[in-house]
């Protein structure tokens, strides 16, 4: 069973600064199969990025990710006030055949 | 644009059965795999069902295999989640969601399930 953990849980910062969040797999993942959700108060999570680069449509590019193997992130280099939100990684693997991570809460500090 | 409209959403005593929809528009529902993730109150996501184009695959995770019957009418653009045999750790936010190379591009928001007595 591949098991994603994110880190930090909850990151505490201001606006416009730039922000790294980890995604560890307990299994390497195929890099085709590593995407990225955000997900605000009270809505539905939104894709960010799949096959673990690859910007959704309309993405602003300060939004960047990458990874191999069993080590991911996803980067914002200058957060903006509607950028604050939880972060979710996600593995489409086989066993179990989708996985998501914790997730890790951006805060305002 | 693509939409998914999730209802069917309700409160129901443990033991108890529902049925959720998932209305689509706006692509050609035909040619997408689809899914339902799910979310506890305050917790994180837990994929709980997906399904090929033409419903003739379907995987299901541990915790509802047996339970839950994912099913679409591709005549009507529409998905279905049979709960069975409901539990109290069912209870969450359940969302479809199109599915296209092992991610979810679109997302419904969500029908809200309350298992309790």
């Known amino acids: 069973e591949i098991v994603l953990t994110q880190s930090p849980g909850t990151l505490s910062v201001s606006p416009g600064e730039r922000v790294t969040l980890s995604c560890r797999a307990s299994?390497?993942?195929?890099?085709?199969?590593l995407a990225w959700y955000q997900q605000k108060p009270g809505q539905a999570p939104r894709l960010l990025i799949h096959?673990?680069?690859n910007r959704a449509t309309g993405l602003p590019d300060r939004f960047s990710a990458r990874g191999s193997g069993t080590d991911f992130s996803l980067t914002i280099s200058r957060l903006e006030p509607e950028d604050f939100a939880v972060y979710y990684c996600?593995?489409?693997?086989?066993?179990?055949?989708?996985?998501f991570g914790q997730g890790t809460n951006v805060e305002i500090k | 644009e693509v939409q998914l409209v999730e209802s069917g959403g309700g409160l129901v005593e443990p033991g108890g059965s529902l049925r959720l929809s998932c209305a689509a528009s706006?692509?050609?529902?035909?040619?997408?795999?689809m899914s339902w993730v799910r979310q506890a109150p305050g917790r994180g996501l837990e994929w709980v069902s997906s399904?090929?184009?033409?419903?003739?695959?379907?995987y299901y995770a541990d915790a509802v295999k047996g339970r839950f019957t994912f099913s679409r009418d591709n005549s009507k653009n529409t998905l279905y989640l049979q709960m069975n045999s409901l539990r109290v750790e069912d209870t969450a936010i359940y969302y479809c969601?199109?599915?296209?190379?092992?991610?979810?591009?679109?997302w419904g928001q969500g029908a809200l399930v309350v298992v309790s007595s």
């Open positions: 299994q390497t993942v195929d890099n085709r199969y």
């Open positions: 996600q593995q489409y693997g086989n066993s179990p055949r989708y996985s």
């Open positions: 096959a673990t680069s």
């Open positions: 399904t090929t184009n033409i419903g003739d695959v379907t």
């Open positions: 706006g692509f050609a529902f035909n040619t997408y795999s």
């Open positions: 969601q199109r599915l296209i190379n092992g991610f979810f591009d679109y």
